[in-house]
């Protein structure tokens, strides 16, 4: 934490005077600015009303003039995140979870648990996840999950150093402790986002963490210089994983005892229209698809997968996030200049075969390949869209299957 007093400070009348020549060509004195400003004022002048750590750091690097903001103690917290959040546009999107999984989620961080945000693919868990760290802190790391992952990923390793003919080594933080680490030098709540948890051994990269969960005073790394990292409780733990990759009940007993295991699954219809309708007028602006066309058929083929009705028991899990994408396709390719200008029909087929089926293709067991080939069917019956182009790709999948069964 920075910005003790001293002779030479800056006041709005210094920096004003300094802004083009040199604050915003020197990052040097950008950050001698921010560290030896007079009040929480000169740092709005520069940060809010001038933009000095875009200047100099771009939109999204935490750059030394960004990190100087992050150290001081004149910034605000409200300073703090806009300044740790630049060009995270996670900050202009609507909050689509249901209002029971927010508290829970919101209440189990106030209560000093790390959460896991579980679910089909697609429901927005890694969206809600960003939502939810702004919420509880000033900002967030993401990192995803790989099958190499091991312990020193999440709590830090000892890597080699090579200068010329020397080998001298290093300490470098895992994720964790890099986000206590900030969480300290910042002076605020911050959190660690770890996305598709499930792609890792769990038990394997998770000792350490078990450990310092149950016991706040349990150092779990130590950093070149000598600084230990404890889990301290103004650290959240956010962790997302696919319901795909494996159900609750086969996840370590570790994991559900000491994490928060929230849901995010179904969405409601009011919450769907508005993000089926948003994408489409926003993307199809330009095509000769009908919005409401194409929404129609994203809301059945949805609510079919889904079982929403109540004498369907649908076929698979899937989330509404997908159909963005295909909506994107649909306008880009059929309007003036684009591929399927000719052919919007065949784009609407196109978009489920690229976007959609190989997706639900993707954790599908051989009985709902089966159910996939007559839903794509009835679609393309009832909608004047070439959803054959999805039947084609799935029926193909189930052939495959079937040679692999041998049957």
């Known amino acids: ?38 009040n929480e004022d000169v740092l709005e002048f520069l940060i809010d ?11 999204n690097s935490l750059g030394p003039v960004r990190r100087a903001v992050l150290e001081s103690d004149l910034a605000s917290k409200s300073l703090k995140k806009k300044v740790a959040n630049r060009g ?12 029971s999984v927010r508290r829970s ?9 790390p959460v896991v945000l579980y679910g089909p693919t697609g429901t927005g868990k890694t969206t809600f996840a960003k939502q939810l760290a702004l919420e509880a802190g000033i900002g967030y790391t993401l990192e995803t999950a790989s099958p190499s992952w091991t312990k020193q990923d999440i709590i830090g390793r000892v890597e080699p150093k090579y200068n010329n003919d020397s080998v001298s080594y290093r300490k470098e933080p895992g994720c964790v402790s890099k986000a206590v680490l900030r969480a300290r030098d ?24 078990y450990t310092a969960i149950e016991n706040d005073h349990q150092t779990i790394f130590t950093t070149d210089d000598g600084r230990t990292i404890e889990l301290d409780p103004d650290v959240n733990v956010i962790c997302t994983m696919n319901m795909s990759d494996r159900t609750v009940n086969e996840l370590d007993n570790a994991i559900t005892r000491r994490f928060a295991m929230i849901e995010v699954s179904e969405y409601e219809v009011e919450d769907r229209d508005r993000l089926f309708t948003g994408w489409a007028e926003s993307h199809l602006q330009n095509s000769s698809v009908e919005d409401s066309e194409l929404v129609n058929l994203i809301e059945t083929d949805y609510s079919r997968l889904n079982g929403i009705a109540e004498d369907d028991k649908g076929i698979q899990e899937f989330g509404p996030m997908h159909y963005e994408d295909v909506t994107k396709f649909v306008g880009e390719t059929t309007g003036n200049g684009g591929v399927y200008e000719d052919s919007p029909r065949l784009a609407v087929g196109e978009a489920f075969r690229t976007y959609i089926a190989p997706r639900l293709l993707n954790s599908a067991t051989y009985s709902q390949i089966n159910k996939l080939v007559d839903h794509y069917e009835t679609l393309d019956n009832e909608f004047a869209f070439t959803m054959s ?11 495959s299957e079937e040679q692999r069964m041998g049957t």
Do not use: C, W
């Not at 800056?10 to 004195?29: A, T």
């Open 1 to 38: 934490m920075r910005n003790s007093q001293r002779e030479d400070t800056y006041s709005i009348e210094r920096v004003k005077g300094l802004l083009d020549q040199p604050l915003k060509s020197n990052p040097d004195m950008a950050v001698d600015a921010i560290e030896n400003a007079e």
């Open 49 to 59: 009303d001038h933009h000095i750590d875009i200047e100099h750091n771009g939109q």
């Open 88 to 99: 995270d546009a996670t900050t202009e999107l609507d909050t689509l979870v249901p209002m």
């Open 105 to 113: 989620a919101i209440g189990a961080l106030q209560a000093g648990k």
């Open 186 to 209: 910042f002076g605020e709540d911050y959190t660690v986002i770890i996305d598709e948890l499930t792609r890792a051994d769990i038990s394997k990269i998770f000792g350490p963490l």
């Open 389 to 399: 182009r999805a039947t084609e790709l799935v029926k193909s999948e189930l052939e």
